[in-house]
């Protein structure tokens, strides 16, 4: 993977199983469901899948699902005739059409309404719409890129997300890291982004003092790579040409007030006062178990099978069910 379209600074190992996937997915045109705290990189990484794919001459169209009033998100996704509403004085493509034989990002797809979801289905399905207003179908060939901070299989679980458009979206998940995982990534990433203001803004820090690097790594990090980015641009403007020390930084950071999450146990589950579907429990905690062993092992399933301790034939089997293999898909 090149410089240029290398999404993520890092040497962690979590994060190169990362890059790695999406030098792997990129090449098929499978649906690709990112997964990720705000601020990990989603969009950056939507976009290098584009860029590394087929379709890269064609345009990728980025949709915020969580920033467009739900009133007003179908007619952005898949556009409206003329009189099909008050105000709608001429017809307007939507994003599906404007990204025809590219590809489409649907950001914060946790976001979106029951109805938009069941609509968002049938393109997948049919490869097809109908504008708000229209009565003819759309024909379009589009590649789905979703990301959400959400956990979809308790939004599902919950009733807010249809299950049948989950196993859709989730074809390939990739699952970004938050920064506070990979500690050791930090002082890469400040020098990437010290490097990148000297270029765009022509300004930068000689570098960090033995502290305040230490202070930096300890933080939690609850913005993740976003929130880094930013406080080393700060810093730029406060600290140029000079040695950050402990006191240049925001006092959250140099007094460590940033808790780290702790880890979840998968296991802990107390049986409610009114009980509980366990079969559906014991679904979820599969779908989580499977999808942890083929992110492990770069959707290997010989490997993945193996760290399950069960035959291939039999995951196969279970990715099937679940929509998890390309319709062009080896066994």
Not at 240 to 264: C, F, N, S, T, Y
Not at 303 to 318: F, G, Q
């Amino acid at each position: 993977m090149s410089e240029l379209s290398r999404p993520m600074v890092g040497e962690d190992p979590a994060i190169q199983r990362v890059l790695r996937l999406i030098e792997k997915v990129a090449k098929t045109d499978s649906t690709v469901l990112i997964l990720g705290e705000s601020g990990t990189g989603k969009e950056v990484v939507a976009r290098a899948i584009h860029e590394l794919s087929p379709r890269v001459k064609k345009s990728m169209v980025p949709v915020n699902c969580g920033a467009i009033p739900a009133n007003l998100l179908e007619s952005e996704l898949f556009g409206h005739v003329k009189g099909a509403f008050t105000g709608a004085m001429h017809s307007r493509e939507g994003r599906f059409e404007l990204a025809h034989n590219g590809t489409i990002f649907l950001d914060e797809i946790g976001e979106m309404s029951a109805i938009l979801q069941v609509k968002l289905l049938r393109v997948i399905q049919e490869r097809a719409f109908e504008p708000v207003g229209g009565t003819r179908p759309v024909e379009v060939d589009v590649r789905i890129v979703a990301a959400t901070n959400k956990d979809l299989e308790a939004e599902v679980a919950a009733g807010r997300f249809r299950e049948d458009l989950f196993y859709r979206l989730n074809v390939v998940p990739v699952t970004l890291p938050p920064l506070r995982e990979r500690a050791g990534d930090v002082p890469l990433l400040l020098e990437h982004f010290n490097k990148k203001l000297a270029t765009t803004r022509k300004r930068s820090v000689k570098g960090y003092s033995d502290e305040a690097l230490q202070k930096l790594c300890e933080y939690g990090w609850p913005g993740n790579v976003r929130e880094l980015e930013n406080m080393v641009e700060r810093l730029t403007v406060f600290c140029m040409d000079e040695i950050v020390q402990i006191e240049d930084l925001p006092p959250k950071v140099a007094e460590g007030r940033a808790v780290k999450a702790a880890p979840k146990d998968a296991f802990a589950q107390d049986l409610p006062e009114d009980g509980l579907d366990l079969r559906e429990m014991l679904n979820t905690l599969e779908d989580r178990l499977i999808k942890q062993a083929l992110e492990r092992t770069e959707w290997n399933k010989n490997r993945a099978a193996t760290l399950l301790r069960m035959n291939r034939t039999t995951l196969v089997e279970k990715l099937k069910k679940r929509g998890w293999m390309a319709p062009d898909e080896n066994d």
